[in-house]
């Protein structure tokens, strides 16, 4: 018996929609980082993007559960002495909310070429409205 391995013009991506209003991120963030690879079908391979499309609406209504939106703090370093940033969860989210949970989703993907195009799947949204309804999204409840 051969192993099968799926071949990208064999892969049918269906499109989904999730509120994100009252959901924890990160188990949310882990929800759509496994639709998005994949894991979800009976025919997942780690190498071949055979994941699905996802539309997050109302992408800045998620919850922070303890003290995180005090605690946590995202970092950047420039490379030069002294360039180390700590920028707090609560500042961000208030400029960008979406980004909060794009890069949570995006530290649950690979981290190479295969997991920055899983990341242009996702498409999310701060508002209850998307314009991707030609694609007919079904609605998936977490």
Known sequence: ???????????????YVIDAKGL???????????????????FFSPHVECGDFIVVVNADKYLLTGNKLQQKTYTSYSGYPGGLRKTPIARVAEKKPEFVLREAVRGMLPHNRLGRKLLKNLKLYTESEHPHSAQKPEVMNL
């Open 1 to 15: 018996m051969k192993t099968l391995s799926p071949k990208p013009q064999d892969i049918e991506q269906k499109w």
């Open 24 to 42: 924890v991120l990160g188990r949310l963030a882990s929800k759509i980082a496994g639709v998005l690879r994949g894991k979800n079908k009976p």
